[in-house]
């Protein structure tokens, strides 16, 4: 069984930069596919990026494309989400996820993922 913790959310103001990493247990990890979602107060969570288990696909949500990438080193067991230009609009609890096996055509969906980690908090201050 894989578990995640997410680590590297934080306080900067809009237009900075910050990198959240997804740090895995387990010999698998390179069997899953990774998803961040997040989560603002009053809001569902929503998907933000994807990344399939070698890192051959990527996705992400039209908010943030061109201002985050998703990478991943297998080696290290850790997913990096890479967030530049961000908005006051992107502050919310940042999760990450796993899931093996699944068909890439709903990496999107949150009910895809059957591990999450704990949640980081990234706040943006205009």
């Known amino acids: 069984q894989v578990q995640l913790v997410e680590s590297g959310g934080g306080l900067v103001q809009a237009g900075g930069s910050l990198t959240l990493s997804c740090a895995a247990s387990g010999r698998t990890f390179s069997s899953y596919a990774m998803g961040w979602f997040r989560q603002a107060p009053g809001k569902e969570r929503e998907f933000v990026a994807a990344?399939?288990?070698?890192?051959?696909?990527?996705l992400y949500a039209d908010s943030v494309e061109g201002r985050f990438t998703l990478s991943r080193d297998n080696a290290k067991n850790t997913v990096y989400l890479q967030m530049n230009s961000l908005k006051p609009e992107d502050t919310a609890v940042y999760y990450c996820?796993?899931?093996?096996?699944?068909?890439?055509?709903?990496?999107?969906?949150?009910?895809?993922?059957?591990?999450w980690g704990q949640g980081t908090q990234v706040t943006v201050s205009s």
């Open positions: 996820a796993a899931v093996s096996r699944a068909p890439w055509e709903v990496v999107r969906e949150r009910d895809t993922y059957n591990l």
């Open positions: 990344i399939s288990w070698n890192g051959g696909n990527r």
